[in-house]
């Protein structure tokens, strides 16, 4: 095992915890708190691969695209909220 220095405050922050009963140990919430890291990295990283190879096939619209699809949702949803609004009066 690798011996880690915690920050002061995360230190005592994660002692606080298990005082508390909330983590088994200090090295237990640590290592929880790497694993879910590395598969918030893992996940964003297959997205942005599925992206690049979505990109790579073709699939991809030019960004002024995008942004114009982006407006036309947002003037959507506004619209729908004044009426909505205007419902409620």
């Given at each position: 095992?690798?011996?880690?220095?915690?920050?002061?405050?995360?230190e005592?922050?994660?002692?606080?915890?298990?005082?508390?009963?909330?983590a088994e140990?200090?090295?237990a919430?640590v290592?929880?708190a790497l694993?879910?890291?590395?598969a918030?990295?893992?996940?964003?990283?297959g997205?942005?691969?599925?992206?690049r190879?979505?990109?790579?096939?073709?699939?991809?619209i030019?960004?002024?695209?995008?942004?114009?699809?982006?407006?036309?949702?947002?003037?959507?949803?506004?619209a729908?909220a004044?009426a909505l609004?205007?419902?409620?009066?």
């Open positions: 095992m690798t011996a880690i220095t915690l920050p002061a405050d995360l005592a922050w994660a002692r606080a915890e298990v005082v508390a009963g909330r140990s200090v090295e919430l290592a929880d694993a879910e890291r590395r918030e990295i893992e996940y964003v990283r997205k942005l691969d599925e992206a190879a979505s990109l790579a096939r073709g699939e991809g030019p960004l002024e695209e995008a942004f114009r699809q982006i407006d036309q949702w947002i003037a959507e949803d506004e729908a004044r609004t205007k419902a409620a009066e």
